[in-house]
């Protein structure tokens, strides 16, 4: 079990320092086993200056589906 800790502090420590601490914890314990032989994994995130801006006043807090099983409730824009 301390190769999988190892093995997930070091995946999860590049993805944060990977994507300026915008994404962390990208993998758990759950998904990875001492069988894991090899893993493909993609962080990404995305920065940009929106070409129509929007005020706070249109964004509302409401649910968001993590997977099929979680939610979450996160601040979206409305219109």
Do not use: C
């Not at 940009?48 to 807090?61: C, G, L, Y």
């Not at 993590?66 to 996160?74: A, F, M, N, W």
Request: proline share 4%; charged share 25%.
């Amino acid at each position: 079990m301390l190769v999988v800790q190892k093995l997930l502090q070091s995946v999860n420590q590049w993805v944060t320092k990977t994507t300026h601490g915008k994404i962390s914890n990208l993998i758990s314990k759950q998904e990875i086993s001492p069988e894991t032989k090899m893993m493909l994994l993609n962080a990404l995130y995305f920065k940009a200056i929106w070409s129509e801006r929007f005020n706070k006043s249109d964004t509302k807090e409401m649910p968001f589906d993590v997977d099929p099983l979680k939610q979450i409730t996160v601040k979206k824009k409305t219109l």
